[in-house]
């Protein structure tokens, strides 16, 4: 029943921004870590910047300075903003999560079902 749904993300120019949401639904007791890792075609699925729940953060080399993940606990939703994009950073975007479901007694891993993000040169 628990479900994360990215949005935000679509096609702009090299230099552009975007920005991404991801929103956990269903029962939910507790979201700890939250990442976003992304996916290019043809290749593997890389991280790209991780957030605890007291917001301390992580990120790939390839998007440091550019890319700020963020999140909004009361709404049980992160984001990443993403600025000064560029041709490489075109993949599908897909969000990640450890949630302790109401009806269980644990973390489980979740993923959202990816948002496409193309950026032209």
């Known amino acids: 029943q628990v479900q994360l749904v990215e949005a935000g993300g679509g096609l702009v120019q090299a230099g552009g921004s975007l920005r991404l949401s991801c929103a956990a639904s269903?029962?939910?007791?507790?979201?700890?870590?939250m990442g976003w890792y992304r996916q290019a075609s043809g290749k593997q699925r890389e991280l790209v910047a991780t957030?605890?729940?007291?917001?301390?953060?992580d990120y790939a080399a390839s998007v440091k300075g550019r890319f700020t993940i963020s999140r909004d606990n009361a709404q049980n939703t992160a984001y990443l903003q993403m600025n000064s994009l560029k041709p490489e950073d075109t993949a599908v975007y897909y969000c990640?999560?450890?949630?302790?479901?109401?009806?269980?007694?644990?973390?489980?891993?979740?993923w959202g079902q990816g948002t496409q993000v193309t950026v032209s040169s």
């Open positions: 990640n999560a450890d949630i302790w479901g109401a009806a269980r007694s644990g973390f489980l891993n979740y």
């Open positions: 269903g029962s939910i007791f507790l979201i700890n870590a």
């Open positions: 957030i605890t729940r007291d917001s301390s953060t």
